[in-house]
T-cell receptor, first 113, second 118 residues
Framework: KQEVTQIPAALSVPEGENLVLNCSFT??????LQWFRQDPGKGLTSLLL?????REQTSGRLNASLDKSSGRSTLYIAASQPGDSATYLC????????????FGKGMKLTVNP | AAGVIQSPRHLIKEKRETATLKCYPI?????VYWYQQGPGQDPQFLIS???????DKGSIPDRFSAQQFSDYHSELNMSSLELGDSALYFC?????????????????FGPGTRLTVL
């Protein structure tokens, strides 16, 4: 059974810090991995998608990397801002025909002004 | 850009009632997914449809059914509602092919329907 883990569950930092959010998965037969942002009671906003053949993707202040051999993905947030406060979830799609996403439990980020 | 549309956004039902949730995928997307997110939980996959055919099934109770129609919109039907069915229900859509920038099968989520069962 595929499992996705995000540690820590919550993080509180001062504005301006560069952040590292971690995601680990048990099944190396990964098709792709998506990082999402969720504001309280809201939907999921796709931030970055990394295919299994890729090592990293970048969008603005965000950079996500993928290391299949170690079963890890990392989301870097540069120069954090209070508006980055949200819950960040990673989700993997495995190989083998199923297109369902298996989510981690998320990491709640608070960026203090 | 068009996004995934879900209706209604909020729904309050009594136990044992039925509910129907609707999802309108992004135009030209061929795959629709349903996920359930309980309070403080991560989203759990329920069911998916590719080109109007069920393509995968997850932890969906037998009391729930879903289908995708000829115009690609999807409906999740929930019967004999229980208190534990209270959750956010998300619909997502994707294109099973290559999007711009090499992004295959990226799933785009709707705003969700918040179902409260009393």
């Amino acid at each position: 059974k595929q499992e996705v883990t995000q540690i820590p569950a919550a993080l509180s930092v001062p504005e301006g810090e560069n952040l590292v959010l971690n995601c680990s998965f048990t099944d190396s037969a990964i098709y792709n991995l998506q990082w999402f942002r969720q504001d309280p009671g809201k939907g999921l906003t796709s931030l970055l998608l990394i295919q299994s053949s890729q090592r990293e993707q970048t969008s603005g202040r965000l950079n996500a990397s993928l290391d299949k051999s170690s079963g890890r993905s990392t989301l870097y947030i540069a120069a954090s801002q209070p508006g980055d406060s949200a819950t960040y979830l990673c989700a993997m799609m495995g190989q083998g025909g199923s297109e369902k996403l298996v989510f981690g439990k998320g990491m709640k980020l608070t960026v203090n002004p | 850009a068009a996004g995934v549309i879900q209706s209604p956004r909020h729904l309050i039902k009594e136990k044992r009632e039925t509910a129907t949730l609707k999802c309108y995928p992004i135009p030209r997307h061929d795959t629709v997914y349903w996920y359930q997110q309980g309070p403080g939980q991560d989203p759990q996959f329920l069911i998916s449809f590719y080109e109007k055919m069920q393509s995968d099934k997850g932890s969906i109770p037998d009391r729930f059914s879903a289908q995708q129609f000829s115009d690609y919109h999807s409906e999740l039907n929930m019967s004999s509602l229980e208190l534990g069915d209270s959750a956010l229900y998300f619909c997502a859509s994707s294109l099973s092919g290559l999007l711009a920038g090499g992004r295959w099968n990226e799933q785009f989520f709707g705003p969700g329907t918040r179902l409260t069962v009393l």
